[in-house]
C-alpha cells in the first residue's frame, strides 16, 4: 500500500515540475497506463492553477526580491517571437515537452491570457500529451524488454 502511495505521488510531483518525466516514471515503475495519464494530467494541472491564480503574487513577492529583471534577453526575445507566431495555442501544446508546466503557465499568464483560456488550453494539450507519451514509453519499454529476452 505504502509503496504504491510512493510510487502515485512521485509521478504526481514529477509531472508538477517537468511533465515529460511523469509519464517516464509511470511507465519504469510499472504503473496502469490510465493511472499514469490521470496522475500526470493532475499534476501537471496542479501546477496550472497554482501558477496562474498565484503566479503574479510569487513573481511580485518571491522572484523580484532576489533578481532585478532584465526585459531584453535573447530568451525574452524568441518567447515574444513564439507568442506572435503561435499564441496560447503553442505556448500550451509546447508546455509539457519543452517548458515545464510553471514556465508554460507563466508565459501565458505574462501575455494576458484569462485564466479560464489558459485552464482549458493547458488541460486539453496535457491530457494529449500524456495519453502520447505514456503509450510511447510503454511501447519502447516493451521493445527493450524483447531485444535483451
Known sequence: MLDQVTKIM????????????????????????????A?????MMTSVVVFSLFG???KSNIFDR???PVLFTSKNR???????????????????????????TIIASSFGESKQRIFIYMLVSCVLWA?????????????LVQLHS
Open 10 to 37: 512521485s509521478v504526481f510531483f514529477i509531472s508538477m515540475i517537468k511533465f515529460m518525466g511523469g509519464p517516464l516514471s509511470g511507465t519504469l515503475l510499472g504503473m496502469k497506463p490510465l493511472h499514469i495519464i
Open 39 to 43: 496522475i500526470c494530467v493532475l499534476g
Open 56 to 58: 503574479s503574487w510569487i
Open 66 to 68: 532576489f533578481r532585478k
Open 78 to 104: 524568441q518567447i515574444v517571437k513564439m507568442w506572435n507566431k503561435f499564441g496560447l495555442h503553442g505556448v500550451a501544446f509546447l508546455t509539457p515537452i519543452f517548458f515545464t508546466p510553471i514556465g508554460g
Open 131 to 143: 495519453i502520447a507519451l505514456t503509450f510511447a514509453f510503454a511501447y519502447f519499454k516493451v521493445q
